[in-house]
Structures are given as C-alpha cells and as structure tokens.
Nanobody
Framework: QVQLVESGGGLVQPGGSLRLSCAAS????????MGWYRQAPGKQRELVAN???????NYADSVKGRFTISRDNAKNTVYLQMNSLKPEDTAVYYC????????WGQGTQVTVSS
C-alpha cells in the first residue's frame, strides 16, 4: 500500500525548533526527489524544501538558513529540521515525491505561537 505518514509537529514558541519525519511505504523511496510542503489556512500548498537522490537540499527563500531537509533511504524516511521558527511558519506540513506525487498523507500541524 502506497502511504506517506508525517509526524513530529506541535506547538512551539517563536525561535523554537521542531523536527518533522515522513515515513514512506509502498514506493521505491530512494529513486525520487522528495519534498516537504506546507499549507497555511486560506493559502495554497507550497514547496518549502526538496532533497535530491544524492542528498542535496534546496529551499524556499522563506526558510533558507533555518530549515534543513535530510533523508535516510534505508528507512524510507525524510526529515525536516526546523530552527528559529516564526509565527508565519504555522501550517500543516506534508511530504511527497516532487515529481509524480503519491496520495497525500494527513500531514502534521506546526503551530508557532507565544
């Protein structure tokens, strides 16, 4: 069964950190560029970071220098380390293949608030 399961979200104060995880099943994980997306209320889903097959990360300007994407192909898992969080980072975070996306998972809620 093809499935993406995101976890690690929560409520954090501005300036805090979170580490998100996304476990993929039912797909040959290692041959795909993977991405982390987010969707804030009333806004379209946006790609915030992606990681190449070889492990090179690319970032949206809004998160560059604060977020780090990584992957563990042996565990079929992609991570997003989020530091120096801001209220505008509040959103539901999802992962997916960047090309030929799978069915979306349920996402994980990140709320940045004092």
């Amino acid at each position: 069964q093809v499935q993406l399961v995101e976890s690690g979200g929560g409520l954090v104060q501005p300036g805090g950190s979170l580490r998100l995880s996304c476990a993929a099943s039912g797909t040959i994980f290692s041959i795909y560029i993977m991405g982390w997306y987010r969707q804030a209320p009333g806004k379209q889903r946006e790609l915030v970071a992606n990681i190449s097959i070889g492990g090179r990360g690319n970032y949206a300007d809004s998160v560059k220098g604060r977020f780090t994407i990584s992957r563990d192909n042996a565990k079929n898992t992609v991570y997003l380390q989020m530091n120096s969080l801001k209220p505008e980072d509040t959103a539901v975070y999802y992962c997916n293949r960047v090309s030929s996306p799978m069915a979306w998972g349920q996402g994980t809620q990140v709320t940045v608030s004092s």
